[in-house]
C-alpha cells in the first residue's frame, strides 16, 4: 500500500518490504510497503490481531522489522541507537490504545510531563501550553482531576493532549476512538 505522494512532499514515514513475526513460524506483517508523505492523515484498518498496532510499535522504533526497512522522520529505526531512537520520539506523540496515564498525577501533571521532560520552559509558558492543550481537547476544567476521577473518554481526551504537548511533527494514534462518545 502506498499513499499517493507527490515528488514535492517527503515522506515522513517510509516501510519498504517489512515483515515481522514474534515467533519464526508465524509472521505478523509480510513485505508491508507504504509511503505516508508529510501532512497527510492515514487510517491502517484491519482484523483484530492482524499487526495494526505491531506497525506502530515498528514505526516508533519499539520493533525492530525481522526483514526491510522502517524509515521515519528521516532515520532509518533499526539503525539508531538508544539516544537516537529518544531524539526521533521526542518529534513524535503516541495515543496509546488505553491511554497509558500517570495514575498518581494529575491530568495538568499528565499534560505537563513531555514538557517538563524534554523542554526548560519557564512555569508561567508551562501552564499556558498545558491548558492551551487542555482546551484544545476540551477538558481545560478538568486539569485539576486524578485520572481515576475521569470517565474512559475523558482519560482518551486527557492522553490526546499528552500525545500533542510538544506539537510533534507525527501523531500515532492506536484504535484512537475507542472510549470516545460519537461527538467526540
Same mark, same amino acid.
Given at each position: 500500500?502506498?499513499v499517493?505522494?507527490?515528488p *514535492?512532499?517527503?515522506?515522513i514515514v517510509e +516501510?519498504?518490504d517489512?515483515?515481522? /513475526?514474534? @515467533?519464526p /513460524?508465524?509472521?505478523?506483517l509480510? !513485505? #508491508?510497503?507504504?509511503? +505516508?508523505?508529510?501532512g497527510?492523515v492515514v487510517g +491502517?484498518m &484491519?482484523q483484530?490481531?492482524?499487526?495494526?498496532t $505491531?506497525l506502530?510499535? #515498528? +514505526?516508533?522504533?519499539a520493533?525492530?522489522?525481522?526483514?526491510?526497512?522502517a524509515?521515519?522522520?528521516?532515520? /532509518? $529505526?533499526?539503525?539508531?541507537d538508544? /539516544? &537516537?531512537?529518544?531524539?526521533?520520539r521526542?518529534?513524535m =506523540?503516541?495515543?496509546?490504545?488505553?491511554?497509558a496515564l500517570f $495514575?498518581d498525577m494529575s491530568?495538568? *501533571?499528565n499534560?505537563?510531563?513531555?514538557?517538563? *521532560?524534554?523542554? @526548560?520552559?519557564? !512555569?508561567?509558558l508551562?501552564? !499556558?501550553l498545558?491548558?492551551l492543550?487542555?482546551?484544545?481537547?476540551?477538558l481545560?476544567?478538568?486539569?485539576?482531576?486524578?485520572?481515576?476521577e475521569?470517565? =474512559? &473518554?475523558?482519560a482518551?481526551r486527557?492522553?490526546?493532549?499528552?500525545?500533542i504537548?510538544?506539537d510533534?511533527?507525527l501523531?500515532?494514534?492506536? *484504535?484512537?476512538f $475507542? &472510549?470516545? !462518545?460519537?461527538?467526540s
Amino acid at each position: 500500500y502506498a499513499v499517493q505522494q507527490s515528488p *514535492e512532499v517527503p515522506s515522513i514515514v517510509e +516501510i519498504r518490504d517489512l515483515s515481522f /513475526a514474534y @515467533d519464526p /513460524a508465524r509472521p505478523v506483517l509480510r !513485505d #508491508i510497503n507504504l509511503a +505516508i508523505p508529510r501532512g497527510s492523515v492515514v487510517g +491502517i484498518m &484491519g482484523q483484530s490481531g492482524c499487526g495494526k498496532t $505491531t506497525l506502530l510499535r #515498528i +514505526i516508533m522504533g519499539a520493533y525492530l522489522p525481522s526483514k526491510g526497512e522502517a524509515r521515519v522522520l528521516g532515520h /532509518a $529505526t533499526g539503525s539508531l541507537d538508544g /539516544a &537516537g531512537l529518544y531524539e526521533m520520539r521526542r518529534k513524535m =506523540g503516541m495515543l496509546f490504545q488505553f491511554g497509558a496515564l500517570f $495514575t498518581d498525577m494529575s491530568v495538568y *501533571e499528565n499534560v505537563a510531563f513531555p514538557l517538563r *521532560e524534554h523542554a @526548560d520552559l519557564p !512555569d508561567q509558558l508551562l501552564n !499556558d501550553l498545558v491548558m492551551l492543550k487542555l482546551q484544545a481537547v476540551g477538558l481545560r476544567g478538568a486539569a485539576h482531576l486524578m485520572p481515576t476521577e475521569l470517565s =474512559g &473518554g475523558m482519560a482518551r481526551r486527557v492522553a490526546l493532549a499528552r500525545s500533542i504537548a510538544l506539537d510533534p511533527g507525527l501523531i500515532l494514534y492506536d *484504535e484512537p476512538f $475507542t &472510549g470516545l !462518545d460519537p461527538i467526540s
